[in-house]
């Protein structure tokens, strides 16, 4: 458990799987894969379906080179960290590559980031955690040492691991990751049925848009459009790339949701989509996605599919209450953000249905001014 206050790094931090490790509390290799890891944060919300690799490269104990990979068919980290090196002038042979996960060793979109490091003499590569695509899983390690490179594993790995774990589960099932972010009141409570309740304190709302900037889609309940009557945009401070997609989805079974909703007004780079299990009218600007009904709504698996089959590789879900349950009871949750504030909401207490094969990855409560996250 730590105990932060929340500026905007560490809600970009906590949004991304963190807290991280500080390069200014390591020393040795632990000190570069901690800048490498940082590096990293800076693809998250833009590389999926692949992982946003960080890569620095070290000569004599300093950085000379350094890359992210930051969207699927375009570099690699390692090659983006070559790249960096050859633009500053710096010469890789005989330098250290650290880089938090295992180099690809196969050609996909790119070539084989293995074969760019040996091609450059990088002389020793340090791996935070081992690749688990088929297609590389040990492969780029062997590779490596097959040339004469020193290989090293498992620096930072538990940090490495949790990085990538949206990856990881995508590539071992097919679906993205799933974070459920929920505020409620001291009392339990997500506020009165059918009203607008702000229990939150705006420095946590922050915490709410790291978490949207860092996911490629949010996932809301039609009830949550009727009361507070949402954008549902991402409106993150810092700057992103061009690319990036943010996918809005309300979830409208029967297409109750009037077409003057605030969240059907298009915002570019910001789709919206409607998921429905019948044919309502349709909304101009709005597509829908159609599923099978489950249930008194739709399956929330079917949706998740969906959504990895567009390349969203991390969705968000903000609630309400029912939908919430859905995903908590069908265990399709990886990490819950649970926004407790000190005040109450003043509503019947929400009983979440937590399933025995529940991941809980992070639960985070506001209370005394302060942020605190168990893992
Ligand atoms: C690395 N460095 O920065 C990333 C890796 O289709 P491609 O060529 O982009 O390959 C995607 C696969 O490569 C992905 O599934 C994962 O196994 C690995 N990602 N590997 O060496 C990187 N993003
Ligand atoms: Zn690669």
Same mark, same amino acid.
């Given at each position: 458990?730590?105990?932060?206050?929340?500026?905007?790094?560490?809600?970009?931090?906590?949004?991304?799987?963190?807290?991280? &490790?500080?390069?200014?509390?390591?020393?040795?290799?632990? %000190?570069?894969?901690?800048?490498?890891?940082?590096?990293?944060?800076?693809?998250?919300?833009?590389?999926?379906?692949?992982?946003?690799?960080?890569?620095?490269?070290?000569?004599?104990?300093?950085?000379?080179?350094? +890359?992210?990979?930051?969207?699927?068919?375009?570099?690699?980290?390692?090659?983006?960290?070559?790249?960096?090196?050859? !633009?500053?002038?710096?010469?890789?042979?005989?330098?250290?590559?650290?880089?938090?996960?295992?180099?690809?060793?196969? #050609?996909?979109?790119?070539?084989?980031?293995?074969? !760019?490091?040996?091609?450059?003499?990088? @002389?020793?590569?340090?791996?935070?955690?081992?690749?688990?695509?088929?297609?590389?899983?040990?492969?780029?390690?062997?590779?490596?040492?097959? #040339?004469?490179?020193?290989?090293?594993?498992?620096?930072?790995?538990?940090?490495?691991?949790?990085?990538?774990? &949206?990856?990881?589960?995508?590539? $071992?099932?097919?679906?993205?990751?799933?974070?459920?972010?929920? @505020?409620? +009141?001291?009392?339990?409570?997500?506020?009165?049925?059918?009203?607008?309740? *702000?229990?939150?304190?705006?420095?946590?709302? $922050?915490?709410?848009?790291?978490?949207?900037?860092?996911?490629?889609?949010?996932?809301?309940? %039609? #009830?949550?459009?009727?009361?507070?009557?949402?954008?549902?945009?991402? $409106?993150?401070?810092?700057?992103?790339?061009?690319? $990036?997609?943010?996918?809005?989805?309300?979830?409208?079974?029967?297409?109750?949701?009037?077409?003057?909703?605030?969240?059907?007004?298009?915002?570019?780079?910001?789709?919206?989509?409607?998921?429905?299990?019948?044919? &309502?009218?349709?909304?101009?600007?709005?597509?829908?996605?159609?599923?099978? &009904?489950?249930?008194?709504?739709?399956?929330?698996? #079917?949706?998740?599919?969906?959504?990895? @089959?567009?390349?969203?590789? %991390?969705?968000?879900?903000?609630?309400?209450?029912?939908?919430?349950?859905?995903?908590?009871?069908?265990?399709?949750?990886?990490?819950?953000?649970?926004?407790?504030?000190?005040?109450?909401?003043?509503?019947?207490?929400?009983?979440?249905?937590?399933?025995?094969?529940?991941?809980? *990855? !992070?639960? !985070?409560?506001?209370?005394?001014?302060?942020?605190?996250?168990? %893992?």
């Amino acid at each position: 458990m730590s105990d932060l206050e929340l500026t905007a790094e560490v809600a970009w931090a906590l949004a991304t799987g963190g807290p991280w &490790p500080d390069p200014a509390d390591l020393d040795g290799d632990a %000190r570069f894969m901690a800048l490498a890891l940082r590096e990293g944060l800076n693809g998250v919300g833009l590389a999926s379906p692949n992982p946003p690799v960080g890569c620095v490269l070290v000569r004599a104990g300093l950085v000379i080179g350094s +890359g992210v990979h930051t969207r699927a068919g375009d570099p690699h980290g390692e090659v983006m960290a070559l790249r960096d090196a050859e !633009a500053r002038g710096e010469d890789p042979k005989g330098s250290t590559a650290f880089v938090t996960l295992e180099p690809c060793c196969h #050609h996909g979109r790119t070539g084989p980031c293995t074969l !760019a490091l040996i091609q450059a003499g990088v @002389a020793r590569v340090v791996v935070g955690v081992r690749d688990p695509n088929p297609r590389v899983d040990g492969g780029g390690l062997a590779i490596l040492r097959s #040339h004469g490179v020193v290989v090293e594993e498992g620096v930072l790995g538990e940090a490495c691991a949790r990085f990538h774990a &949206p990856f990881f589960k995508h590539i $071992r099932t097919g679906l993205p990751w799933v974070t459920l972010k929920l @505020a409620l +009141g001291s009392d339990g409570s997500l506020g009165p049925a059918g009203q607008t309740t *702000q229990v939150t304190p705006p420095e946590v709302q $922050r915490l709410a848009h790291a978490l949207r900037r860092a996911s490629e889609a949010l996932v809301v309940g %039609r #009830h949550t459009i009727e009361v507070d009557d949402p954008q549902l945009t991402d $409106r993150w401070p810092a700057p992103t790339a061009p690319h $990036r997609s943010f996918a809005r989805v309300v979830m409208d079974e029967t297409g109750l949701v009037p077409p003057t909703a605030r969240v059907w007004a298009p915002v570019a780079g910001q789709p919206v989509f409607r998921a429905v299990t019948n044919e &309502p009218t349709p909304l101009r600007g709005v597509e829908d996605l159609h599923l099978p &009904p489950e249930g008194r709504g739709c399956s929330l698996r #079917h949706l998740l599919y969906e959504l990895a @089959a567009m390349g969203v590789g %991390r969705v968000l879900v903000e609630g309400g209450g029912t939908l919430a349950g859905g995903f908590l009871s069908q265990g399709l949750v990886d990490e819950f953000h649970r926004f407790q504030s000190d005040l109450p909401a003043c509503g019947p207490e929400l009983i979440l249905p937590i399933p025995t094969t529940w991941c809980l *990855q !992070a639960s !985070a409560r506001w209370s005394t001014g302060r942020w605190e996250v168990w %893992r």
